[in-house]
Structures are given as structure tokens and as C-alpha cells.
């Protein structure tokens, strides 16, 4: 009978282990996925920038001939 126990506290204290690993490394993901999406939207914000550029330096090309004729 005691023997069940001790296999039990040592079961509890196994799952008490892991669950605070699993506490630490949610924390973990938690702040890399914050990190993460800050990044991501820096870099939309850039790709956006770009093609403003972009748009706006294909808009100053003048037209050719032949792009007038094909409108």
C-alpha cells in the first residue's frame, strides 16, 4: 500500500515537473510570437512603402509609343 503511494507522489511530481515546463515554454512561445509579429508587421509596412515607390516611379517612366498605341 505504501508503495502505491510513493509511485503516486512520484507520478504527481513528474506531472508537476512537466507542467511547469510547459508553463515556461508557453512563456517562451508567448514573447516569440510577440516578437515575431512586430517583425512582420515592420516588414509589411516596408513592403507597402516599396511598392508605393515603386508605383509611383513606374507612374514618372513616360509612355511610349507603343504603349499609347496599345491603350
Partial sequence: MISEFEKLLEKIGQLSELAQALRRENASLRTEMAS???ENARMA???REAHERV???LQS??????DEEAA
Avoid: G, V
Fill in 36 to 38: 515575431l509579429a512586430d
Fill in 45 to 47: 509596412s516596408r513592403m
Fill in 55 to 57: 508605383s509611383a516611379l
Fill in 61 to 66: 517612366i513616360p509612355a511610349t509609343r507603343e
